[in-house]
């Protein structure tokens, strides 16, 4: 009996690490993993460089290689930027565009997405249908005639003139992707909550809303950064220097001062880095209401 059971023990220790042995490989979150590792350096790798341009001095950048690291670190590159890019002018007024553009036209996308989602009436699809066409419209089809209405409008080279028209081209794609989402919502729960004597706008504020969270933070980080970094109705809407944005005064500020390498990386790189914390925010949120509203509906 010692005999046998000193055998099965021995047998178990020998076959153990042979089926470790045997476990095959997850070569696909392997292969998951490098594509991480690699699109992060491409993304990664050009911020350092411009980081490291930005604090080089003159001599520097004519005598060492890109990826070198500066001889003196010239911190005075950002001061310079700030002064000559005017950057808390041209960041203030985009900040102020985005935080109007995008809180509104998320709430006017949201509300009018859970009326199509919610509401049956004769013509619900053609006019989905529309507004996915309207999301799908070029903005450079329409800069001559939106330079056309905004000077009649007298809004020509004013934020005002430049929220309109942001808030007309964004809000097609918002209500495309919350009308996905609402719709993958159970009725049921909007049921229950009239059955207790909630109104329709008690149910949409403080039922259907908190539920939408992740897909509302994804849109706002992706409006966000498309508000920030917009050019073509920038340029096309704007004139005067105090009305420029981040874009606009990028462009400048490469066009006067082009070969002072230092201060033009060091204005790119703070021009940067308001997305980046917007994206730190809402990073959460982001990566699970990316696709929330790629559902049957």
Same mark, same amino acid.
């Not at 719709?183 to 009725?187: A, Y």
């Given at each position: 009996? *010692? +005999?046998m059971t000193t055998t099965r023990a021995a047998t178990r220790r020998t076959t153990a690490p042979v089926r470790e042995r045997e476990k095959p490989r997850d070569w696909v979150g392997i292969g998951l993993w490098l594509a991480l590792g690699v699109t992060a350096l491409i993304w990664f790798v050009p911020? %350092? %460089?411009m980081f490291l341009t930005s604090v080089k001095s003159k001599t520097d950048i004519n005598e060492l290689p890109m990826w070198g690291l500066p001889t003196d670190w010239a911190w005075g590159n950002y001061a310079s930027a700030v002064e000559i890019g005017n950057l808390w002018v041209t960041a203030g007024n985009s900040a102020l565009i985005a935080l109007i553009k995008v809180p509104l036209g998320l709430a006017i996308a949201a509300a009018a997405a859970f009326a199509l989602s919610r509401i049956r009436f004769r013509g619900a699809r053609i006019l989905l249908a529309l507004i996915a066409i309207g999301s799908m419209i070029p903005v450079q089809i329409g800069l001559g005639p939106l330079f056309s209405t905004m000077l009649s409008a007298h809004l020509l080279d004013s934020r005002l003139g430049l929220v309109l028209p942001y808030l +007309? =081209? !964004?809000i097609p794609y918002? &209500? =495309?992707v919350l009308y996905g989402f609402f719709?993958?919502?159970?009725?049921e729960l909007e049921e229950s909550a009239r059955i207790d004597g909630s109104s329709t706008f008690r149910i949409f504020w403080q039922i259907i809303l908190p539920l939408a969270k992740p897909a509302l933070a994804a849109l706002f980080v992706l409006d966000f950064v498309a508000t920030w970094n917009e050019y073509a109705m920038a340029t096309t809407l704007l004139i005067s220097q105090?009305?420029?944005t &981040?874009? %606009?005064a990028v462009q400048s500020f490469s066009t006067q001062w !082009? *070969?002072?390498y230092g201060p033009l990386n060091a204005f790119i790189f703070m021009s940067a880095i308001p997305v980046l914390l917007v994206y730190l925010l809402f990073q959460r949120y982001f990566v699970q209401g990316a696709f929330a509203g790629a559902v049957k509906g």
């Open positions: 009996m *010692t +005999a911020m %350092l %460089l +007309a =081209f !964004g918002q &209500i =495309f719709r993958s919502v159970p009725e105090d009305n420029y &981040i874009p %606009l !082009g *070969t002072d």
